[in-house]
Every structure is written in structure tokens, then in C-alpha cells.
């Protein structure tokens, strides 16, 4: 009986280094077992509680990840604003926006390089002939996942596209406008051509061939293309006034994607934190989970790696500034979406954060963008200030978040604008004022100063000058006149200096 009783005991002091199984994704585990603090790990709910108290999203699902393990796996508010739905990590499905650029069609062309079916610096035209002429034969798979093919970063194809097959169309016919490798410019196209080349060289459908090739391979079963109607109900609800007409929930929130019929290479997938756990810690693995190989690690690291300025292969890095804090390692990769998530992956500390929003839905907040913006940064700096087994020590934690000092989340930005645009006017206004009463000085000025001088010449000149000027509004011919009679007024002066009978004209 003792025995079995101290056998308990030693069982229940060890529960934190047992890993038990969640609901959806990784099996959880307490932080102190993973080597991180759970008390500065608690920072991350008041940052994400701050958002949804600012307007800034209506709720959040979350999942911190480190060897192996979900340390932090929260759902915070509902659904939407109506908070009848509460928000959890395995259940609550979210638009990914481009998100998808990275967990669906960049790990599609990783599994087809492993195949050896797409060459990394092979044209685009050998997989998609219809992308030809001009610059284009010049343009690279490389290219298009370093955003550096020279195309525009989109086009409207909902207004200019009736069907998927005439959008198809409309980004093959998009121009190139500089030399392929020679400028940068993040483009939605370049990543739905990436899809075409995965549709073209696999023979599948992109939906189908992720389903098949990487999503139930990982177990998951809420990461797709196309929500079910089944699953509206707990899917977050975007906008609420789009071009479509109506409200959208369980329906991708781009247009762009929508025109392509719901499957893009840019846009269109949706997925739980639980999920995208799981295929975060597929890349931390070496691209393989619970023995299940998806990729090769040596694709792992050559697609996640910075490949040409702050992008790696389809994937960011933390140089391009999107969100990953300021203390994620120098090989951390990742990428945001539109509607308000997020996946870094920091390979050094094996750790990950995931963060899903719908910041999209009629939000409160004056400006969404800030505020999911700086929850973002808040939510990779306290996960890796919760590390406490870092080599390079343990980092001091900030007086403050970005989220505490939720600078310019609710001021009004067009109010600003046209503040700026009235302090501009008020500006230009007052400059020309200044400009005429300098003008006028100048011309008073310059009337005294004439009149100065002329009183001099005057002076100079003798009375009969001094008469000519104080007719200096006469006729130019008068004054000419005058001018030229002055010298026989002197010598008449002369004349009048030898003659003693000649009476002085009286001064003027």
C-alpha cells in the first residue's frame, strides 16, 4: 500500500513532464517542462485581451509550440461580436488570407521538388506554356517565390474575370514590368502562377493534391480549401459589405481568390491553430511528424532559408518586418494574412507561434491594422522572452508591450489626414499673406526711395531742377523738356551774378 501510494505521489509530481493528448494538434505539455516560463507566458493573454477590448478583432485563437510540445494553446473571445461563439483552438476555423501562400502552395512546389518534377530555376513557360513572350521567357520558378518576377503585386480579376477560367487567363496575361531578378514586389499573381505550375505538373487540382500530399498526412482534418456548410457555423465570419453583396462566413474573404473559383495559389485556405500546430512542428521536425515524412529535411532548410533580400524560398523572414517581434533568431521564417493571422517558426529555439484572427470583421478599432499589427510583434517577443533555457541567456522583460501602450490603435486616420490637408492650407495661406505684405513693403520702400532720390538730384541740380521734380508726374516729354532748359537756367544764374539790375526769381 505504500509503495503504491508513494508511486502516485511521484506520478503526480512529474505530470508536468508528461505529455497528454489535446483535443486537435500537438500534445500539450507545461512550460517549465519545455524549458519556458509560464508567468511571462501569461503575457501573451493580456496582449491579446487588449486587442479585443480596443476593437481591434472580435476573438483570437493562439498556440505556442516548443520541442514538440503546445505550451500556451488559447482561444480568446468569440467568433464574432455578437458573442454567442466562443472561440477554441480546435474547433474555431479561420480564413488564413495569405497565409495559404506559405502552408498550401509553397509546400505543394516543396513536395513536387523532392519529385524531382520542378526545377527551382527552370522558366515558368517549361510548366506553363501560355506564360511566354518578352520578358516572361525569362521569368523563374526562383522568381516567383522570391516575389521577384517583375509582375504587379495584383489585379482586380473580380471585375475584369466572369468565370475562374477567364481569371486563369487574365493572370497569365500579366505583364512583366522590369527585368525578372532585378526588383522586388510582393504579387499575389506570382504565387497564383505557382499553383498552376503545381496543378500542371501533378495532374491534381491544388485542393486536391494538398489534401492527398500534406493535410491527411498530418491529421489535418480542418485545413482546406472550401469550408463545408457543416462547418460555417464555426467558421469567423469576415466581412460584412464586400463587392460580393453579402456577408461572408465560411467563404474566402479575397476577391481575387474568389474569382478563381476558391482555390488559389494566393488565397483560399482555411484552418484551426490546432491544425497549423501541427505543420509548424512538421518543419521544426525536418518535414516529418509522428513518423510521417511530408518533405525532405534538406527541403526543409533550403525553402525556409533567406534566399534574396529578406525572403526566403515562398516563406518571410524576420528582416521583411512582419511581425515576428524583435528577439526571434536570425534563421526564424514565417508569413502573416490579410484577414489578421500569423505562423513564425524559430528553428534555433524550436518554438513556434501561431495566431488567427478576423480582424476584417466590422472592426471597432479606428485602425485593425495597428492593432493586430502590434499584437502580432507582442505575441513573438513575450514567447521568446518566456524561453529560459536560451544559451545566450535570459532576456529582461520590457517595462511595457506595444499592446499597453496601444499607440494610434483608435486614433482616426482620415481625421488626421485632413487635419494635415487643413494645417497645410492654413500654411499656404499664411505664406502667401506674408508674401503680399512683403511685397507691399517692398513697393512703399521703394516709392520712399524715389522720392529721396529726386529730392537729392534736386538738391543737386539747383531750383530749377527742384521745379522739374516736384513735377515728376508730368509727361516724359515735360520732363525732357525741363531737363534740357535747366542749363540755360544756370547760365541766365550766371548772367544774373554780373548784371546788378537783374532781380533774383524768388526760391521754391
Given amino acids: 500500500m505504500f509503495l503504491l501510494t508513494a508511486a502516485l505521489a511521484i506520478a503526480a ?45 472580435p476573438g483570437a485563437s493562439l498556440v505556442v509550440g516548443r520541442k514538440g510540445y503546445s505550451v500556451w ?27 495559404t501562400k506559405v502552408v498550401a502552395t509553397t509546400t505543394a512546389l516543396m513536395v513536387l521538388y523532392d519529385q524531382g518534377k520542378v526545377a527551382l530555376d527552370a522558366p515558368v513557360s517549361r510548366y506553363l506554356p ?19 518576377a517583375g509582375l504587379s503585386a495584383g489585379r482586380e480579376l ?6 475562374p477560367a477567364e481569371a486563369r487567363a487574365a493572370v497569365l496575361a500579366s505583364p512583366i514590368n522590369c527585368t525578372p531578378g532585378a526588383c522586388y514586389e510582393y504579387s499575389d499573381l506570382g504565387a497564383d502562377l505557382l499553383g498552376f505550375i503545381a496543378e500542371a505538373v501533378s495532374g491534381e487540382d491544388l485542393d486536391a493534391l494538398l489534401q492527398t500530399a500534406v493535410f491527411r498526412k498530418l491529421g489535418m482534418t480542418d485545413t482546406r480549401y472550401r469550408v463545408s456548410n457543416a462547418d460555417v457555423f464555426r467558421t469567423a465570419p469576415t466581412e460584412i459589405a464586400p463587392p460580393r453583396g453579402y456577408p461572408l462566413r465560411g467563404e474566402v474573404h479575397d476577391e ?20 497549423l500546430s501541427v505543420f509548424a512542428q512538421m518543419l521544426l521536425d525536418g518535414g516529418v511528424y509522428n513518423g510521417v515524412r511530408v ?11 533567406r534566399a534574396a533580400g529578406h525572403r526566403a524560398l515562398g516563406w518571410d523572414t524576420c528582416d521583411g518586418g512582419a511581425g515576428c517581434g524583435q528577439f526571434m533568431s536570425a534563421r526564424a521564417f514565417g508569413h502573416t494574412g490579410f484577414t489578421g493571422t500569423s505562423l513564425w517558426i524559430d528553428p534555433d529555439r524550436q518554438m513556434f507561434v501561431v495566431l488567427l484572427t478576423n480582424r476584417v470583421h466590422a472592426a471597432r478599432a479606428r485602425r485593425p491594422g495597428k492593432v493586430i499589427a502590434d499584437v502580432r510583434n507582442d505575441l513573438a517577443d513575450a514567447a521568446v522572452l518566456a524561453v529560459m533555457d536560451d544559451p545566450g541567456g535570459v532576456l529582461a522583460m520590457p517595462a511595457s508591450f506595444r499592446a499597453d501602450l496601444a499607440q494610434d490603435w483608435n486614433r482616426p486616420l482620415r481625421t488626421r ?7 497645410r492650407r492654413r500654411a499656404a495661406a499664411a505664406k502667401r499673406a506674408a508674401a503680399k505684405r512683403a511685397a507691399a513693403k517692398r513697393a512703399v520702400a ?17 531750383p530749377s531742377a527742384g521745379k522739374a521734380s516736384s513735377k515728376s508726374k508730368a509727361s516724359s516729354t515735360k520732363k525732357s523738356t525741363v531737363r534740357k532748359s535747366a542749363p540755360k537756367q544756370s547760365s541766365a544764374k550766371s548772367a544774373t551774378k554780373k548784371s546788378a539790375t537783374k532781380k533774383r526769381p524768388p526760391k521754391k
Fill in 13 to 57: 509530481a512529474d505530470v508536468t513532464a508528461v505529455a497528454r493528448s489535446a483535443p486537435g494538434g500537438l500534445p500539450e505539455r507545461e512550460p517549465a517542462a519545455v524549458g519556458m516560463s509560464g508567468e511571462r507566458l501569461a503575457t501573451i493573454d493580456r496582449v491579446v485581451q487588449r486587442g479585443i477590448e480596443a476593437g481591434g478583432y
Fill in 256 to 275: 481575387n481568390a474568389f474569382a478563381l473559383g476558391g482555390v488559389a495559389g494566393h488565397a483560399g485556405l482555411f484552418s484551426t491553430a490546432a491544425d
Fill in 295 to 305: 518533405v525532405a529535411d534538406s527541403t526543409v532548410q533550403l525553402f525556409t532559408r
Fill in 446 to 462: 521703394k516709392k520712399s526711395s524715389g522720392k529721396t532720390t529726386a529730392s537729392k538730384n534736386a538738391s543737386a541740380k539747383g
Fill in 73 to 99: 494553446q488559447r482561444g480568446f473571445g468569440t467568433l464574432d461580436w455578437t458573442r454567442k461563439s466562443r472561440v477554441t483552438t480546435d474547433e474555431s476555423i479561420y480564413d488564413l488570407a495569405s497565409l
Fill in 417 to 423: 489626414r485632413a487635419s494635415s490637408a487643413a494645417a
Fill in 130 to 148: 501560355e506564360f511566354t513572350g518578352g520578358l516572361k521567357d525569362q521569368v523563374t520558378v526562383r522568381h516567383l517565390l522570391t516575389h521577384r
Fill in 158 to 163: 473580380w471585375r475584369i474575370a466572369g468565370t
